[in-house]
Structures are given as C-alpha cells and as structure tokens.
C-alpha cells in the first residue's frame, strides 16, 4: 500500500483544513487508517483513527469536537477535517494504514507528511 498525502497549508487560528490521504492498492478496505501528527521538536503522535471493521472512529483527545476523520472505499481515500484550529495543531500530518493497533502506533504503511501551520 503507497499513501499519498495532500491538503496542508498555512491557515489563521480559528480556521479549517481538510487532508486527503489517497492509497494505492485494492486491500484499503482491510486496514483501519489514521492520522498522527510531529510537532518541532517533539515525537510523533496519533490523531484519530477510522477502524477498518465497523467504521467507528477514534481521537485523541486534543482533537475531540474539532477534527473529523471519514473514508471513501471506492476512491481509497481517507480524510481529516480539522476546524477551529489552533496554533499548537501546527505539525507534519502523516496518514497511515495499519491491520491492528494503529492507536497504538502499530503502522504498517506510512504516508509522507503533509505541512500545517496554524498562525495565531
């Protein structure tokens, strides 16, 4: 599975982005995918998460309210709407595809990253 990511961009404090992470390969459908974010300086770190088996979702907690995970299984797409968006969300986004314990960070699959940066 190749991930490719887009969507990033500079945008104000209080603002919206959506990421889109398209995925090659006809197996999407099997992986749960997900998003985790570095910031400078710091490790990387699981966003949120859209299970591959019944389609629940799942955030940290920073995210609650704010960001909004979905999938497309026809387009093997997978996105994040972030809105309200607050300087400290500003990171390189990564998506990825993992079999099991992708809060965790199990990941099998890793997309390059995608740059948000959030002015306040």
């Known amino acids: 599975v190749q991930l490719q990511a887009s969507g990033g961009g500079l945008v104000q404090a209080g603002g919206s982005l959506r990421l889109s992470c398209a995925a090659s390969g006809r197996t999407f459908g099997s992986y749960s995918m997900g998003w985790f974010r570095q910031a400078p300086g710091k490790e990387r770190e699981f966003v949120a998460t859209?299970?591959?088996?019944?389609?629940?979702?799942y955030y940290t907690e920073s995210v609650k309210g704010r960001f909004t995970i979905s999938r497309d299984n026809v387009k093997n797409t997978v996105y994040l709407q972030m809105n309200s968006l607050k300087p400290e969300d500003t990171a390189l986004y990564y998506c990825?595809?993992?079999?099991?314990?992708?809060?965790?960070?199990?990941?099998?699959?890793w997309g390059q990253g995608t740059l948000v940066t959030v002015s306040s």
């Open positions: 990825a595809a993992a079999n099991q314990g992708i809060v965790a960070g199990m990941v099998d699959y």
């Open positions: 859209h299970f591959r088996s019944g389609g629940s979702t």
